[in-house]
């Protein structure tokens, strides 16, 4: 049986999860907020439930560490371990105010570090100001998919298409100061490949200094077909 890990209730992240209930049930691997939010929400989400047997909803908390296994044997060793690593942040603009009031801060968006003897990596598709825990994270693993999301904090509103910042919308934008090539520890032996790029970030044009800023700053370009062996 496979699973999903849901790293926050973005639209991003969880709107795959409607084609999958065509499929056999599946696991769920959420924090108790993110399920709240997707069974209270919306009720499309109750589809999740039709398959035979309906989907397992099981819970992820920041900070504790969670054995994983592949096949139905309880008493195999566990095939990886997954560490959530919470990230703070905001929900999404869905949630109702009043159902965003009860729910924990901490428990919106994870970093997920996977690991096994000897090797380990981190996804971490959405990092905000502040998630220092989650670049720890991917510093001490092999390799790390880190958020791309844009170039710089007023990308989309120079590109006319948004009037957010990128850190209004939970992004740590790439360039700056204080931006996640200067945030990211210098002396990792990490991989670090950028995800959840933007189409309006201009390091997807190879032939731009962008580009080039981010291949000589350490970090990979994410692109379809991508495999990586650990």
């Not at 957010?164 to 919308?169: F, L």
């Not at 800023?213 to 062996?229: P, Q, S």
Request: some cysteine; aromatic content about 8%; glycine content about 8%.
């Amino acid at each position: 049986m496979g699973g999903v890990f849901l790293t926050s209730a973005d639209v991003d992240s969880v709107m795959g999860l409607l084609h999958l209930r065509e499929f056999q049930t599946f696991f769920i691997f959420a924090t108790p907020a993110i399920q709240r939010i997707l069974k209270s929400e919306n009720r499309i989400f109750d589809v999740l439930h039709r398959a035979d047997p309906p989907v397992q909803w099981q819970n992820l908390s920041p900070g504790a560490r969670l054995a994983c296994r592949f096949g139905e044997d309880p008493s195999a060793p566990p095939t990886f371990i997954c560490a959530p690593v919470g990230l703070g942040g905001d929900y999404p603009d869905f949630v109702s105010a009043e159902l965003r009031r009860t729910l924990p801060s901490q428990d919106a968006v994870l970093a997920l570090r996977f690991e096994q003897p000897g090797k380990s990596f981190c996804f971490a598709p959405s990092l905000a100001d502040g998630s220092i825990d989650g670049l720890k994270a991917a510093a001490t693993s092999n390799i790390a998919f880190l958020d791309g999301t844009f170039w710089s904090d007023d990308e989309l509103i120079q590109a006319g298409r948004g009037h957010k910042t990128a850190r209004e919308m939970g992004h740590l934008p790439l360039s700056g100061r204080d931006g996640l090539f200067a945030q990211c520890p210098k002396d990792s032996g990490c991989r670090k490949i950028l995800i959840h790029i933007n189409n309006t970030n201009p390091i997807l044009d190879e032939n731009s200094d962008e580009h080039r800023v981010t291949l000589d700053a350490g970090f990979e370009i994410a692109y379809d077909g991508m495999e990586l062996t650990l």
